[in-house]
């Protein structure tokens, strides 16, 4: 007996594909998969006809293949100064981290005030500053704690302790990280290409909602 | 209005609008009277790339800001030396737009 049961959607790439069984109607554009159940088997079936088979636990193993950053499917198909926009949100942010050195909160202020000056924007615009602007919010605190444990230890009688040195490798490899993560997010936004990041995108997701 | 005269517009002046907004600018002007062509064809609209040129020079003194017609905010950036720094290269990248949302402004105004 064939199941329709959800469908997957992905950009042409399996390790950005995940299961969403909010939709039950048929594939509706040629990014989508229709899955169907198929005795034991699912067959994933893309509108270009390639389909495959395999088994309920691969289902499982696919749905949570999530990776960090996700290559998501919009609501509509942003506008070329839309995709501009949100790309200089990830940006901004950026050029504010590194012109603010090494006060951690100059980057916090440069997004929040982008944000607030977008808040009127497109959806895709709004939500990219919303994800920007959250994710600067945990540099923000991690940051912080590190640069007064360092004027702490600057300015007064406090000498460097294993744990110090052990949170400043910890804190330098998240910045690197984050920067990376963010150079990447603006070059795909650049594109027209919407990138939710683990987390922060659910975030965004919950706060930011299109106008109605 | 003549489609060829709205797309000659369109061709000329999309440049100065937000890429979403121009299929609706169209529309609209499409809609529209012929006895505002004159009105529409003399109307003058600020070139989003000058104004990146001017926040990039003197963003700092807010001068971007006056150029677009935005005194009260030019005010603020002049007497804060651009918010302290924080205000002008957040301005590096929203001048573009804010000049883009000015010219809609503009064209609304006059439509």
């Known amino acids: 007996m064939d199941k329709s049961f959800g469908i997957y959607y992905s950009n042409n790439n399996d390790s950005d594909t995940y299961l969403d069984c909010n939709r039950s109607s048929g594939p509706k554009e040629n990014s ?5 159940e198929n005795g034991d088997m699912f067959k994933k079936t893309s509108i270009c006809n390639t389909s495959y088979l395999f088994y309920n636990y691969e289902l499982d193993l696919e749905y949570y293949k999530r990776s960090m950053i996700n290559v998501a499917k919009f609501a509509y198909e942003p506008g ?21 050195l090494p006060l951690p909160i100059i980057n916090l202020l440069a997004t929040l005030i982008f ?14 500053c919303t994800q920007a602007l959250l994710s600067q919010f945990s540099v923000l605190f991690i940051n912080s704690y590190g640069f007064w444990w360092t004027i702490s230890i600057l300015f007064s009688s406090q000498c460097i302790t294993n744990s110090y040195i052990s949170y400043i490798i910890a804190i330098a490899i998240f910045n690197i990280t984050e920067f990376i993560v963010t150079i990447y997010t603006a070059i795909q936004t650049r ?3 919407h990138i939710e990041w683990w987390f922060y995108g659910n ?9 109605q | 209005m003549e489609t060829q005269k709205v797309d000659m517009f369109i061709m000329t ?12 600018i169209r529309e609209r002007l499409i809609e529209l009277d012929d006895s505002k ?27 971007d800001r006056f150029m677009i017609g935005d005194t009260g905010i030019g005010v603020g950036k002049l007497l804060t030396c651009g918010g302290l720094g924080i205000w002008t290269i957040i301005d590096w990248f929203m001048i ?7 010219n809609i402004a503009k064209l609304q105004q006059a439509l």
């Open chain 2, 96 to 102: 573009m737009g804010a000049t883009r949302e000015k």
């Open chain 1, 191 to 193: 594109k027209g290409i």
């Open chain 1, 115 to 128: 944000y607030l000056g977008n808040r009127k924007g497109t959806y895709f615009v709004r939500w990219h």
């Open chain 1, 32 to 36: 989508f998969w229709r899955l169907q």
């Open chain 2, 37 to 63: 062509w004159s009105l529409i064809q003399t109307l003058q609209f600020k070139d989003p790339t000058t104004s990146l040129i001017v926040s990039l020079l003197g963003g700092g003194l807010g001068i």
């Open chain 2, 13 to 24: 002046n999309g440049k100065f609008f937000e890429s979403h907004q121009v299929a609706q």
């Open chain 1, 80 to 100: 070329e100064h839309e995709a501009e926009k949100a790309s200089s949100s990830y940006l901004m942010s950026l050029i504010a981290l590194i012109a603010g």
């Open chain 1, 203 to 211: 975030l965004s997701n919950l706060i930011c909602k299109p106008q």
